[in-house]
């Protein structure tokens, strides 16, 4: 009798977990919605993440249409709130996110773009402005993903998960988002937890040589640059204190979860002092303003992702060093 009544237990909690039952389960369903054609990220990984780190039933359903009438050719963009009104009307019932790669604005503000816009039930995600290439830098998809998986997550904790929007820069329910930077800054955390000891060391150490080191860049500037000798005097001077700091980067032990950003760091500084220091040899060997423009494209392309990179990892000392 005790097995019978324990098999029947068994079988009702089964079907009342699988019918949706508990906390858990009356959290509502979410759809994700390609808007157009919507290559990379993909979608399906992105749902996969959220519903492993959220724990809420997320899909990827049919894409839908642009509508004709979206595009508005005076600003070279397109209307967020009809490509949102076309997403609801595909999907008249529950929470649903369009992501879409068209460059959007919203009409009732004022903004130059946004990256994304959303009503009581429904959202619209634009990828454009997260894309390197929008801006003529290099493809980066370790970048691009976790952009749209930070404003996608908002979306989804605001309209299904009864979230409220936050004033914590490194929270995801930050807002308002005014720029790239105020996204790379962003966890993607509804609630990020105090920084660890380790953590806190790396920033205060890495930002403290920043901030001498971006001192140290500033008073080069008010050297004196009358002839190419003098040009090169100060990119030598420049590039020693990017050796230094580079050194100061290569010492320090990260926290665990920073590993990996921290890893594309030193990678992208390596190769910012690579190209300096070849760069100066050649320079110094014979003067070629050909070359040198093309060390500034070059430098400035490698400096603008460490910028990002720094922004992930919480310094916002070492991102201002990379754009002084």
Not at 277 to 292: G, K, Q, V, Y
Request: net charge positive.
């Amino acid at each position: 009798m005790r097995g019978l009544i324990a098999s029947v237990l068994v079988a009702l909690v089964s079907f009342y977990v699988l019918a949706g039952g508990g906390a858990a389960g009356r959290r509502p369903s979410i759809v994700l919605v390609p808007v157009g054609v919507v290559g990379k990220p993909s979608l399906r990984a992105l749902a996969a993440d959220f519903r492993q780190k959220l724990r809420v039933n997320v899909q990827v359903s049919a894409p839908v249409a642009i509508p004709a009438d979206a595009y508005d050719g005076s600003r070279h963009q397109y209307v967020g709130d009809k490509l949102m009104a076309q997403v609801e009307h595909a999907y008249p019932r529950g929470v649903v996110i369009g992501i879409t790669t068209r460059d959007i604005y919203m009409t009732q503000r004022s903004f130059r773009f946004v990256f994304s816009l959303r009503d009581a039930r429904a959202a619209v995600v634009s990828t454009a402005r997260m894309d390197p290439t929008f801006y003529g830098l290099p493809s980066d998809d370790e970048l691009l993903t976790p952009r749209l998986a930070k404003m996608t997550a908002q979306s989804i904790g605001v309209r299904a998960l009864g979230r409220h929007e936050s004033s914590n820069p490194r929270s995801v329910l930050y807002t308002p988002i005014l720029s790239l930077n105020d996204l790379d800054y962003m966890t993607e955390d509804f609630a990020p937890h105090p920084y660890s000891t380790v953590k806190r060391a790396w920033l205060a150490r890495m930002g403290s040589a920043c901030d001498a080191g971006g001192a140290q860049k500033t008073s080069l500037r008010a050297v004196p640059v009358h002839t190419t000798n003098d040009l090169l005097s100060v990119f030598g001077k420049r590039l020693d204190i990017e050796k230094s700091l580079f050194s100061t980067f290569q010492s320090l032990r990260p926290a665990r979860g920073d590993r990996a950003l921290v890893a594309k760091l030193r990678s992208s500084f390596s190769a910012s002092v690579s190209l300096d220091e070849a760069t100066f040899a050649s320079l110094s060997a014979s003067w070629d303003a050909t070359r040198f423009k093309q060390w500034g494209a070059q430098s400035g392309a490698i400096n603008a992702g460490l910028f990002v990179t720094a922004l992930r990892l919480g310094s916002r000392p070492c991102a201002g060093y990379f754009t002084s």
